[in-house]
């Protein structure tokens, strides 16, 4: 762009001077030759008037210079006198313009080009008190001839215009194109150029726009991608692992019980532990099959208005034996506030929060469920007097199988998927968790519908 600019402006410049040039040209030839007309007018009338006085000596007495020719013309036209060739050699002169307009009007004029137009002759005719004419001429170069002759000052003007127009051609077409390179295309709205160009530079931000979104959708794709791998990888190992503890147990117990090892009297204890490992095996399936209905949203129930006071009320009533045993007291508050949602998992929302309180509670703890409105929304919120969260593992207790202490939830029991229920259940309603925990203080957990 900038070369063809260049280009332009010096193509320009060159065309701008050759037109000035032969315009100052023309008009000063134009100027110079009204001012020869005149001077060889008033040679003429001086002549002539000379003529009239001296008669033929004058004439013969003056030295002329070599493009100045003086004709003395007879009233019938014969040549009288000339200057330059013998008058005895000349033909009649009636017929010349400038002769015939003399005789008329007693002056005359007239210009007649030489064959090959390098060279014009000027002619200035004054009639005499005898009916003679008097002509002077003068032969002067034409503007072909004026042009030739100066031609080694033009083609050095020309040199230094070639010069001078390669520099403003160069500067101008840099300071034109530099706001134009100078456009940061990452945010071209921000640049300060050509309102002409403002069209386009508006265009090319509208593509950045959409460029940049498609690229965050597609990297927003890609992260997803790998993490929703990174997640299944992780998810495939806990829960393998999570099988296998049971399986193990139960296989060894049965093993045990089928080679006769063991004393008829044990065979029920065995047998019970048995037992727990199969139910702890079908409380894990389980909540993998909700988890992933709620992933994929399944859930074959219709959404319904329940009360959820009533609902808590329930759930504390199923966890009584459980708080009895680890001597913890269970308290229900608030009033009753009605919400539309399905009744099988904000049911399976609240079992899990309460569960929680109460095996993760100190001995002769307590377990709030209060249900109140909060900001003109249902909100359920479980207050325990536990262990508590550690500041660091806060972010990551609605994760699946993750344990703040997995030591110790082995000792409680649970497949650590109670919470991640929990998160996936109140997204699946569109509803907010708060979670709020202190080491040794208890915890707070907040449904807010």
């Given at each position: 762009m900038k070369n063809r600019i260049f280009k332009g402006i010096f193509q320009v410049a060159i065309l701008v001077w050759l037109a000035c040039l032969i315009l100052i040209m023309g008009?000063?030839?134009?100027?110079?030759?009204?001012?020869?007309?005149?001077?060889?007018?008033?040679?003429?009338?001086?002549?002539?008037?000379?003529?009239?006085?001296?008669?033929?000596?004058?004439?013969?007495?003056?030295?002329?210079?070599?493009?100045?020719?003086?004709?003395?013309?007879?009233?019938?036209?014969?040549?009288?006198?000339?200057?330059?060739?013998?008058?005895?050699?000349?033909?009649?002169?009636?017929?010349?313009?400038?002769?015939?307009?003399?005789?008329?009007?007693?002056?005359?004029?007239?210009?007649?080009?030489?064959?090959?137009?390098?060279?014009?002759?000027?002619?200035?005719?004054?009639?005499?008190?005898?009916?003679?004419?008097?002509?002077?001429?003068?032969?002067?170069?034409?503007?072909?001839?004026?042009v030739l002759s100066m031609i080694q000052p033009i083609l050095i003007i020309l040199l230094m215009a070639v010069f001078v127009s390669i520099l403003l051609a160069a500067r101008i077409s840099k300071r034109i194109v530099d706001p134009l390179n100078q456009i940061d295309l990452d945010d071209p709205e921000a640049a300060e150029t050509y309102e002409e160009v403002r069209p386009l530079v508006n265009r090319i931000a509208e593509q950045n726009l959409a460029l940049n979104s498609r690229i965050s959708r597609l990297q927003t794709d890609v992260d997803e991608k790998t993490r929703e791998a990174e997640f299944r990888k992780e998810f495939t190992a806990n829960v393998s692992h999570e099988l296998k503890t049971p399986l193990t147990s139960i296989s060894g117990f049965a093993e045990i019980i089928k080679n006769g090892i063991v004393k008829t009297e044990d065979i029920p204890r065995f047998a019970g532990r048995i037992y727990d490992e199969a139910q702890r095996l079908i409380t894990l399936v389980e909540d993998i099959i909700k988890l992933s209905q709620l992933d994929e949203k399944q859930i074959a129930a219709k959404k319904e208005r329940i009360d959820l006071y009533l609902l808590c009320q329930d759930v504390l009533y199923t966890l009584e034996q459980a708080a009895e045993k680890k001597h913890v007291t269970l308290k229900l508050e608030g009033s009753h506030l009605y919400v539309e949602v399905v009744d099988q998992i904000v049911e399976e929302i609240i079992y899990n929060l309460c569960d929680n309180g109460i095996k993760y509670n100190q001995e002769n703890g307590s377990v709030t469920v209060t249900v109140y409105e909060e900001e003109g929304r249902p909100a359920v919120r479980v207050s325990d007097t536990g262990i508590g969260i550690p500041q660091e593992d806060l972010d990551r207790v609605f994760e699946r199988f993750y344990r703040v202490n997995k030591s110790h939830s082995k000792e409680i029991g649970g497949t650590g998927l109670g919470l991640s229920i929990v998160k996936h259940g109140a997204a699946y309603h569109g509803a907010d968790i708060r979670l709020e925990s202190r080491l040794g203080e208890g915890t707070h957990i907040t449904i807010i519908f």
């Open positions: 008009a000063l030839y134009l100027q110079y030759n009204g001012e020869y007309v005149r001077e060889l007018k008033n040679e003429a009338n001086i002549v002539a008037r000379a003529v009239e006085i001296s008669g033929l000596d004058y004439l013969k007495s003056l030295k002329l210079e070599e493009n100045h020719r003086i004709t003395w013309i007879d009233a019938d036209g014969t040549v009288k006198y000339d200057s330059s060739v013998s008058e005895k050699k000349m033909e009649n002169h009636a017929d010349r313009p400038e002769v015939a307009e003399a005789e008329r009007t007693g002056y005359g004029e007239d210009t007649r080009y030489s064959k090959t137009l390098a060279e014009k002759t000027m002619y200035s005719a004054v009639r005499l008190s005898d009916g003679s004419v008097l002509r002077v001429s003068q032969v002067q170069f034409s503007i072909f001839t004026l």
